[in-house]
């Protein structure tokens, strides 16, 4: 049983920047960042692999958004700069416990944190 805790969300304005951050109670493999908006689908935000050596990202956060993560801390971070207001959302972490890489699909996650409130105003 993996219990993981995201932090780091909150309201900011558009343009503005956030760092979020999920912190695993054991061991986690893969890792994904996902977010869903009010009212919408959960969709994929950026995935890395076990070790941190591969990652993926949106098209539509690629150059802005950045995940991490440091092992050694059981934690992984998502970096977001220039936000926009449409990005408004719960935002999720999860892991995967099959597999080496974070993938897109939210079903391949096997255990997820409450989310974390990102409000970004106009």
């Known amino acids: 049983q993996v219990q993981l805790a995201e932090s780091g969300g909150g309201l900011v304005q558009a343009g503005g920047s956030l760092r979020l951050s999920c912190a695993a109670s054991?061991?986690?493999?893969?890792m994904g960042w996902f977010r869903q908006p009010p009212g919408e689908e959960r969709e994929f935000v950026a995935g890395?692999?076990?070790?941190?050596?591969?990652?993926d990202h949106a098209d539509s956060v690629k150059g802005r958004f950045t995940i991490s993560r440091d092992n050694a801390k059981n934690t992984v971070y998502l970096q977001m700069i220039s936000l926009k207001p449409e990005e408004t959302a719960i935002y999720y972490c999860a892991t995967k416990l099959r597999g080496l890489y974070g993938t897109k699909f939210w079903g391949d996650y096997d255990y997820w944190g409450q989310g974390t409130q990102v409000t970004v105003s106009s």
């Open positions: 054991g061991r986690t493999h893969a």
């Open positions: 890395i692999s076990w070790d941190g050596s591969s990652t």
